[in-house]
């Protein structure tokens, strides 16, 4: 009995030295987490700043006035008014508060995000008094933003994707007189896409060697009659995915007709490095079929000349020579992985307060000739089977399209000639397309956007224009288009 009474004597002073060592572990913890604890009469207008809280901040240990001291001046501007209302808050409701906000320190010129929780003293007395403490959180808020903006990067690079997909699949239909031909070349189109998307992940979306991307589109067709050959040269992944679908055109044909349909076929590809930059490949075929130029030009003719070409900043030829086809293409640096132009659109992280801009458009499919007949129509879009997909599209509905522009140059150039409205590409090969809608918007010419980014992501630079988001149809441009028309200049 005495030794149980013993024991829980010794629980209960056990208790009793916890509870009186209790402030020294919270100052610990607080040491462990880099919190600082603060104190504020919201009354005198007084801050009392801790030395934790000091070395946090930047700021002196001491009391200062939160009228003339350096806490607000040093709050970045835009997460003033919500930092003020959040106290604001605390101080009528008598609960905790929880704010986050960026702080520029005054002695080293840092600016740090600092994550605040408070509490209101005054109870029934009616004093206002906030207690709280603060802790730095710039390395989570940098972390959060990479993973927001990678996050950004990946719905729109499959957006693109989808859009590239929908586009080939129209214009595929459009020039085939068959649904079992339309099956068979839209397929292919889309294993080569998969093949140049296979490249891209093993690179991690690095870029690809022209090397891989010929034994990827040749190494398994007729074994022994095509040969490759070139110096090392990693493309972006923009240019992968251009001249992998170029490639597969090429070996399509040549199979069909060309030099791979004939078993003493032979098809050679050879590259070479250009000196200002890029590269230069030569695709020839012999000792196939005698050739004739075809009567009617297909989709694959025009997706390398049309295409090709401009995805690579460079030109594609097509030859149909008696002895066997004979294909050109040419790309500039800006085709190379690490070149002068990104390869791929980089997303930054969006305020947070940006309102998103509601998807402009009905999404029927139909398009509606009544507010696009007749008009004078500049697009603008990198991606040029897009842009076919758009002019094609539209010019069926009776608009007429005055040109096509890859890059802000192009658009500018191309706005000196008269036209009626513009549809634009928020982000033209990693460059945005603000210069071009600013210009616009001095001329008085209406535009509308579209992009790969998200429902989160406004208009660019807050241009109050309707906004399509891919991948999209010709109707949904259609429909925007007459929105914008009937807004006027933008």
Known sequence: MLASMDEGARQTRSAADQLAIGPQRASLALDAARMGEFEWDADRQRLFISERMAAITGLPAEEMSTETGPFFAQVHPDDAARLAKSIEQCLASCERVEVE????????????????????????????????????????????????????????????????????????????????????????????????????????????????????????????????????VILNPRATNALTLALHELATNAVKFGALSADAGRVEVSWTRCPEGGFHLIWTERGGPPVNPPERRGFGATLLERVTGRELGGEARLEFRPGGVRASITADVTALAGGTVNAEPVATEQPEAAAPAPQAGASSGVVSADGVRGRRILIVEDAVLLALELEAGLTEAGAVVIGTASNVEEALKLAETPFDVAVLDANLNGAPVTPVAAVLRIMGKPFIFATGYGDAAPAPEGFDAPVVRKPYNVAQIAAAVAEALGRGGS
């Open 101 to 232: 906000f960026r702080f520029t320190r005054p002695d080293d010129g840092r600016m740090i995000w600092l994550h605040g929780v408070a509490a209101n003293l005054a109870g029934d007395s009616g004093v206002r008094r906030l207690v709280g403490i603060l802790q730095e959180v710039t390395e989570r808020k940098t972390e959060d933003g990479a993973r927001n903006a990678m996050v950004a990067e990946l719905d729109h690079r499959v957006k693109n994707v989808l859009a590239a997909v929908q586009s080939l699949a129209s214009q595929s239909a459009r020039r085939t007189t068959s649904l079992d031909a339309f099956l068979k070349t839209f397929a292919g189109r889309l294993e080569a896409m998969a093949s140049a998307h296979t490249l891209l992940t093993a690179t991690r979306w690095r870029g690809a060697d022209i090397g891989n991307i010929a034994a990827a589109e040749l190494g398994g067709l007729a074994p022994g009659q095509a040969h490759w050959s070139g110096p090392e």
